[in-house]
């Protein structure tokens, strides 16, 4: 079933450890992004991919680093992890020639202690 | 820089009752606005975007360039409407679809 897929789905890990964050969608799009979101707080754009070996930073500055070296997948890693780094990661794809509609992965709730 | 801003956190409001979900956005060229909602335990997703002119479950919005809005009105509100709803801008054509997001409005029906 096309879909986007995101794990795990919760996380809670220590200080300094390192993380992959994994997101993998069958829908085929070229496009994918990661959103970092606090609890009652807009959704900040903090790294996106055109395509295979083409990866930006977003908007909001982040620590964290992506990949993209198959087009179904788009992990997030965190070398370091840090308390700062507490937050909910989106994952998202949009199909080509309709740059606009986003569609999200279920998301990673990462606490970090 | 652009900006989405909604002013309302949390939005109470009985079923039956019109509910107006407020957007305004700050950016001087052609943007492209849509609203996302999420309901309770499901992902983000796409109720509706201001190019389709669409109503989606009842709920409708117009783009106010004037205004610089792009509220979401619904006449009847539902129980089943209760959930987070968020404004989003994209501004074409270059933005490689990347979007602002609002910080979210909490729209809770009650009986």
């Known amino acids: 079933e096309a879909d986007i897929y995101q794990t795990p789905r919760y996380l809670v890990i220590g200080t300094g450890k390192k993380i992959t964050l994994e997101c993998s969608q069958t829908m085929g799009h070229d496009k994918m992004y990661w959103y970092q979101q606090d609890p009652g707080m807009e959704l900040h754009l903090i790294h996106y991919s055109y395509g295979v070996n083409s990866t930006e930073k977003g908007d909001l500055s982040s620590e964290s680093t992506v990949s993209r070296i198959r087009t179904e997948h788009f992990p997030l890693t965190l070398e370091s992890a840090r308390p700062s780094h507490t937050s909910q990661y989106l994952c998202?794809?949009?199909?080509?020639?309709?740059?606009?509609?986003?569609?999200f992965g279920p998301g990673t709730r990462l606490t970090v202690t | 820089a652009q900006r989405v801003t909604q002013p309302e956190k949390l939005l109470s409001v009985f079923k039956g009752a019109p509910v107006e979900l407020k957007c305004n956005y700050s950016?001087?060229?052609?943007?492209?606005l849509f609203w996302y909602v999420q309901y309770s335990r499901q992902r983000l997703q796409l109720l509706l975007r201001h190019i389709s002119r669409e109503s989606i479950k009842g709920f409708t919005a117009d783009l106010n360039k004037g205004e610089t809005s792009f509220h979401l009105k619904k006449p009847f509100a539902q129980e089943e409407d209760s959930a987070m709803y968020y404004c989003a801008l994209s501004i074409s054509p270059d933005s490689w679809g990347k979007l602002q997001f609002g910080a979210g409005t909490q729209v809770v029906v009650t009986p």
């Open positions: 998202a794809s949009s199909r080509p020639g309709t740059v606009y509609e986003q569609y």
């Open positions: 950016y001087s060229g052609s943007p492209e």
